[in-house]
């Protein structure tokens, strides 16, 4: 079986099928690019500051924080991390809840480690006892998604700490990409009380630098020791690491598209329960919606109106679904029209 992780088709029209800030970065950031000069981008670029602002936007301490070219590589280096130096016919152990994003078993995979997969309950709800039930000692890696995507789920505190204690020997990895639009953080937690939790974070969705790939990990200096190891040492590259510090600290931008997404969450929760469309009420900047038998034609008649949204239904648990970002409140007017165009086409 491939975990080779499919990058989803470009398609033209608005894109609300990646999750991306779609209003952009902030434009101080481009200020920051624009004023690079020709002899910063010749020389390998220092991350003091990119570090100490993350650090202080995540409230630890700088040897907490480990910078990775976005979330992607920070998830790559903890399955390497975690996973290496078993033998081939008897390989370590990485457990995903389901559903969850391709590139935890794509790197699993890829650091030779024997995935198991936790389906999901038929409400979504976090499944504790059977996650508890599948550890084993091969165990060395667990991935857990808070808010979970595609769902919007969160997860609590107690049950990741509860699944950390059960499993001393693994590295429990908690992604909390969107974590910044609700559902909480337990960043404290990994950078002090619990020694093998690490905590993923992207600047992708709730800073609009998706193009800048810039991410990071967060949990006890021992802990993200042998990580350091593995990240190459300029892996940020000099636009990077002069956007990063610029986005952290402009809290007025960041403010501003987080109450948005609140309210595009608001107006999509309106019109999919007007309508009698299942969904779950998202801690992310998008929603999940079950569409059914007539997934195909709401997919293909968004896009034919020029709104791309992403069809979820091979995610376990998933048949039938789409996931549409509600990030800047225009777009998601824009996704409202579309959609009840088609959902009213559908009915007549």
């Known amino acids: 079986m491939s975990h080779e992780y499919q990058r989803p088709v470009a398609s033209a029209g608005l894109r609300l099928h990646l999750n991306e ?37 995540l409230g630890v301490a700088p040897d907490n924080v480990l910078l990775t070219n976005g979330l992607d590589e920070g998830i790559l280096v903890a399955a390497v991390v975690a996973l290496r130096g078993a033998p081939a016919e008897d390989p370590y152990e990485a457990i995903i809840v389901q559903p969850a994003f391709d590139m935890y078993s794509a790197c699993a995979d890829g650091a030779g480690g024997r995935i198991v997969d936790i389906l999901p309950s038929q409400d979504f709800s976090f499944p504790l006892n059977r996650l508890l039930a599948a550890l084993t000692p091969r165990t060395r890696i667990i991935y857990v ?66 193009g800048i790939r810039a991410g ?13 190891r593995i990240v190459p040492p300029y892996t940020l590259n000099a636009c990077a690491a002069a956007a990063l510090p610029v986005a952290l600290r402009d809290e007025a931008y960041y403010e501003a598209y987080l109450a948005e997404v609140a309210q595009s969450k608001a107006l999509a929760y309106e019109v999919l329960g007007r309508f009698g469309v299942p969904f779950w009420p998202s801690d992310g900047n998008f929603v999940l ?13 968004l896009a034919a109106r020029g709104v791309i949204v992403r069809d979820r239904s091979k995610d376990p648990g998933c048949q039938g ?19 009840e165009e088609v959902l009213c086409a559908a009915r007549s």
Do not use: W
């Not at 000069?37 to 003091?48: F, H, V, W």
């Not at 919606?289 to 008649?301: C, T």
């Open 321 to 339: 679904c789409a996931r549409m970002t509600t990030g800047v409140v225009a777009h998601t007017r824009r996704l409202i029209l579309a959609l």
């Open 21 to 57: 800030h779609t209003g952009g970065c902030s434009p101080k950031v481009l200020d920051a690019i624009r004023a690079l000069t020709r002899e910063q981008l010749a020389i390998y670029p220092e991350y003091d500051d990119a570090i100490e602002a993350c650090a202080a936007r």
């Open 216 to 228: 990071a990990l967060v949990a006890t200096p021992g802990t993200l020791a042998p990580m350091r």
């Open 145 to 210: 998604t808070s808010p979970n995507n595609p769902t919007g789920l969160s997860v609590s505190p107690a049950d990741v700490a509860t699944v950390a204690a059960a499993a001393p020997q693994a590295m429990v990895f908690l992604d909390e990409a969107y974590a910044d639009f609700g559902g909480g953080s337990m960043v404290s937690a990994a950078a002090s009380r619990l020694p093998n939790l690490v905590i993923g974070r992207t600047f992708a969705k709730a800073y609009g630098l998706a």
């Open 289 to 301: 919606a079950r569409f059914d038998e007539s997934l195909g034609d709401v997919i293909g008649g």
